[in-house]
Antibody, heavy 119, light 110 residues
Framework: QVHLVESGGGVVQPGKSLRLSCATSGFTFTSHAMHWVRQAPGKGLEWVALTSSDGSGKYHADSVKGRFTISRDNSKNTLYLQMNNLRAEDTAVYYC????????????WGQGTLVTVSS | QSALTQPASVSGSPGQSITISCTGTSSDVGSYNLVSWYQQYPGKAPKLMIYEVSKRPSGLSNRFSGSRSGNTASLTISGLQAEDEADYYCCSYAGSTTWVFGGGTKLTVL
């Protein structure tokens, strides 16, 4: 059974940094692309970033480009999101999501971790 | 790119069928057979319901179906049940390794 568990969220001041982690189990991590998707309070879903299965490809939404970096450690079956220079508009629940047989859809999701950017 | 357009809410009675539309552009929905749909209960994680326009994940009820015509994709739920009451989001690949979601539709089962 696929299991995705995010951690690392919390309250942080504007301009500060935070690193999110997503521990995975129940599937062959090295065979799947992984995504981060976020959801601001009371709002819809927004795609944030993608990493290819081997970590060589990394892609980010324009809204976070240059501030956020997705990465993965295939030896630890863990996905990361390094978030720098955080803004109030980054406040959201951040979900890690497993790519399906292709990376074009998200076939399993974690429970999410809340990031609140506030002074 | 702009979010895909979904109705804010739809409703139906048990046993009926409803359809949720998802309108994009020729740069996303209209260009790729890569539309997916997600169900989300309040406070919970989204769940994949449809991928690649019309494919169902293994084990998902065949009451859920997807289609696409031009720049608009649709999710149809037949034989509506109380447990179907949730928020539904469409998502499309938008090229250049980016994805765009719809604003979400709240389904109410009367």
């Amino acid at each position: 059974q696929v299991h995705l568990v995010e951690s690392g969220g919390g309250v942080v001041q504007p301009g500060k940094s935070l690193r999110l982690s997503c521990a995975t189990s129940g599937f062959t991590f090295t065979s799947h692309a992984m995504h981060w998707v976020r959801q601001a309070p009371g709002k819809g879903l927004e795609w944030v970033a993608l990493t290819s299965s081997d970590g060589s490809g990394k892609y980010h939404a324009d809204s976070v480009k240059g501030r956020f970096t997705i990465s993965r450690d295939n030896s630890k079956n863990t996905l990361y999101l390094q978030m720098n220079n955080l803004r109030a508009e980054d406040t959201a629940v951040y979900y890690c999501a497993k790519g399906g047989s292709t990376w074009y859809y998200f076939d399993s999701w974690g429970q999410g971790t809340l990031v609140t950017v506030s002074s | 790119q702009s979010a895909l357009t979904q109705p804010a809410s739809v409703s139906g009675s048990p046993g009926q069928s409803i359809t949720i539309s998802c309108t994009g552009t020729s740069s996303d929905v209209g260009s790729y057979n890569l539309v997916s749909w997600y169900q989300q209960y309040p406070g919970k994680a989204p769940k994949l319901m449809i991928y690649e326009v019309s494919k169902r994940p293994s084990g998902l009820s065949n009451r859920f179906s997807g289609s696409r015509s031009g720049n608009t994709a649709s999710l149809t739920i037949s034989g509506l049940q109380a447990e179907d009451e949730a928020d539904y989001y469409c998502c499309s690949y938008a090229g250049s390794t980016t994805w765009v979601f719809g604003g979400g539709t709240k389904l109410t089962v009367l």
